[in-house]
């Protein structure tokens, strides 16, 4: 079985993986397109992307690749917590405090804004791909007095020494993570225990008309099921157009969420089943 | 009167600036917290900052800045078509082809996608503050052989070459910018001609309950109050916990959105206005 997941080694999705898959053969790829796109090719037979940061909120990139380019189904999902670190190479353990710049990934940035903000203010940031890209290249670089925000696994792979602990501005920071397959079928066997199981929709609303969002509501709110999450996103056709991905906290069934879904597309909205699969705590 | 606005020089944030202030000075600021704060500190009267594209969607950083860090009212929305284009310096025209990086906001080599796996697969890409900016570091390194995505303007502002117009994935690509000032006040006239009016709350609701999000749109449904948008954003308290920004297609009244808001409070949720704004298009 070949996994695929966002890379480089020790990410934070690298972490979900080897608890999700600690057998597997696991292969690094650099964007969540290209995870992506490994399934659909075929290199891979899953590939795990991370979908929501308890922070930032949802990882737009996934849902829009999933939504408008290559239609994987999701067959689990790992949520696990994440804590960042303030890492520097080990010739540049002294002078940190005046580097000339921070790399990490967008989300990690943002996710320890406050502490940039009145520790390291007027310094520098840059994105990178992910936050072991960004430990990567601060081992790659010791000529340079840079430093790279990253769990302990990346301080660990490249040999960087940390030198502030838990620089994340909130406390109960999770990101949760998704497995994705060409097929809809059953998440492998492991070890861990699953927390409970949800399904995924896309809905599609008719056209802009009063009410249509509270429509689509009530058909899952008069049979108890009980949503997750929902989250607008733009069909890319205009400005105030949206797709509406809606988690239900339960599994497929063979009679509520099919005549839920019956009742929107009579109502002229466009659903589509993204998933039904288990969920995890890491 | 002074203006901040997301710059430098020559973002869409500016090109919108002068259409909604043509006569008045206008200051850039290098990141949206920053323009925030201005107002805040009483440095500028009003600050213009991007909050949703087509595309890709809201700007998080706009919509959790002022929800969790420095609560400005909206008194105003200005919505404007975005086109993109590829540029160098003039010394590299003829070998952009081979150009070693690309810079450019994270939205707009989002936006750009497409053409960039296509037609410049395999070159990295770097995130900067604004498209502008990216411009602005390709002007200040004609010797590294780099390219920015940005508007016609920043090329004309930073002297660079258009090597590839309209290189956006998508037509119909919009960006809406907001208004924001520290009082709930009216906007200052201008000669652009209102196209209607909005007012925008955000509702936390009472706790993980079922449905309770569709009780918060029958109070708006059975008053026929169309919603334009719905968004969640995290409350930062932990995965599953949101708040939900809506945009209600009509300008604050006494009667109706006063009594959904009560019926709101009443069910538990907290409700606060972040404004209510007339709406131009450019």
Known sequence: MKIGYLGPRATFTDLAVRHLFPREEATPFVTIPECIDSVEEGL??????????????????????????????????????????LMVH????????????????????????????????????????????????????????????????AALEYGLTIVRENIHD??????????????????????????????????TLPSDRTGALHQVLSAFSWRNLNLSKIESRPTKTGLGNYFFIIDIEQPMDEVLIPGAMAELEALGCSVKVLGSYPSFKL
Request: proline share 5%; with cysteine; aromatic share 6%.
């Open 170 to 203: 909130y406390d109960h920071n999770h990101t949760r993570f998704v497995v994705l397959s060409k097929e809809d079928q059953a998440l492998p066997p492991s070890e861990l225990v699953s927390k409970g199981s949800k399904t995924t929709l896309v809905v």
């Open 44 to 85: 891979c037979d899953f590939t795990v992307v991370p979908i929501e940061n308890a922070l930032e909120g949802s990882v737009n990139i996934t849902l829009d690749y999933l939504i408008h380019e290559v239609p994987l189904f999701i067959i689990g999902e790992a949520t696990a917590p994440i804590q960042q670190h």
């Open 90 to 153: 080990p010739e540049n353990e002294g002078r940190w405090q005046e580097a000339e710049l921070i790399l990490s990934h967008s989300h990690a940035l943002a996710q320890c804004h406050k502490f940039l903000h009145r520790e390291m203010k007027g310094i520098a940031s840059e994105r990178m791909t992910s936050t072991a890209a960004a430990a990567q290249y601060v081992q790659e670089h010791p000529e340079r007095n840079i430093a790279a925000i990253a769990n302990g696994l």
